[in-house]
């Protein structure tokens, strides 16, 4: 010990890099401050697509009970559609997942069962409704010494020996910190929304991939019941569609959506009054720590919404964090020695985040350009209905399902 004290750790942000990565260390007997801005978690919409690669590890949580808890569905079978017809149609059958088919599930309630866990134990302080503003350092400017923070009670100053920075694409700790980032630009927006679940589909439950010209379609239904929608659209174009009205944007929907779709979709044209626009963004810090700070999930690599990967990647860099600075946190707060454990956190954790943005950034550059090649591109999955191609597919899909490297709890 370099100290006679115990290590202090604050983790910035309980989405679900920050509650898992928390809830690891309280649960291992270091001593963790979590903070988190929003009083409730329901209070901003969260991604809700789980792959088995997650599953599995929150499988190793070691909190079954409360997570059978959380709604959740699980999609019968995935369809692709091409120029609004089926070309393929994949059963989901649990068994072939060991277990862990793909779920949808309410992340606000993912949140609180994984909260909740970690409040069982005396190690957590969990500060809701509290944002940090900045980064403190030494008097020499060269480590992170703790945050500046505004809460109910006012603005405090909390000191730590580690900050994490857990907080999601808009991440104070990667501003503050002046983490160095890499960008990459995107040529599309996702517009979600709800609509009530077709009656005829009866008690089936697919995800539908429609592809059209210069538009990608995707539906499921979520863990509420109700048909979630997502409409990738050209960057920018949103403001374009909104000023032309309802009708026409539910038009454009239904003009590349199935003909069962069609109808129902005209029907429900009030309740896509709010739709909410994801601006979509990738990217990735090119360091992910500093002297006293480190960042994961989101903050540390902004994932692209391709394949649904962000909730996983956050997930696996919780643990594969814990993995490493948990051991050497047990040992005190000697500095060189968190520094080093949180640097190696990254050189685990890089590799996959790199090989994933990779395979994201392909599928738009097909899906959505209005050029005669992108055309033809996107007749490719009519190639489906053949077995050969449905195996190579199914390989390339893997990394999205199971991850690249293989990452499991050993604290
Ligand atoms: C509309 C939408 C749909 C998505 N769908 C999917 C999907 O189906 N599957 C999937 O895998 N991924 C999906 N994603 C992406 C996924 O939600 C994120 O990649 C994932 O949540 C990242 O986890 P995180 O813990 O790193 O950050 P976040 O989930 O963003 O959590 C960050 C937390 O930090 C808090 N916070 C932010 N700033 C501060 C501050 N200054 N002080 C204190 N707290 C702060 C926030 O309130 C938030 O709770 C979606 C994202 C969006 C926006």
Redesign the pocket.
Known sequence: MTADRLPRVVV???????AVFAYLLATRGIQVTL????SD?AR???????APSALELLAQLGIDDALAAVPQATPSALEFYSRRKLVFRMEIDDEQFGGLAPRIVS?PAMLEAIVGEAQKSPNLTFMRG???RELLRDSEGSRIQGVRVHSPDGEQRLDADLVVG???????VRRSGGFQVRAEELPMD?V?CKVPRPAFFGDDEPTRFCIGSGHLFISYVAYDGQLQLAWIILKGTYGELRKQGIEHWVDEMANHAPPDFEDHLRAHTSELASP?L?STQADCVEQWSLPGALV????AHT?S?VG???????LRDAVVAANCLVPVLRGGPDPAAIDAAAARVQALRGPEVSAIQRMQSMPPRIMLPQTWWAEALRRLPELLRFAPVRALAGRAAQPFAFGVTRVELEV
Not at 35 to 38: A, C, I, P, S, V
Not at 296 to 299: E, K, L, M, N, P
Not at 308 to 314: D, E, F, K, P, S
Request: hydrophobic share 45%.
């Open positions: 910035v942000g309980a989405g679900p890099a920050g903070l988190e801005r929003q978690f901003e919409f969260r991604g809700e697509g789980l992340q509290t944002t940090v857990s907080d999601g694409r808009a991440s104070v996702v979600w909410f994801l994961i999930g989101d903050a994932m919404p649904g990967q962000g909730i996983n990647i956050a």
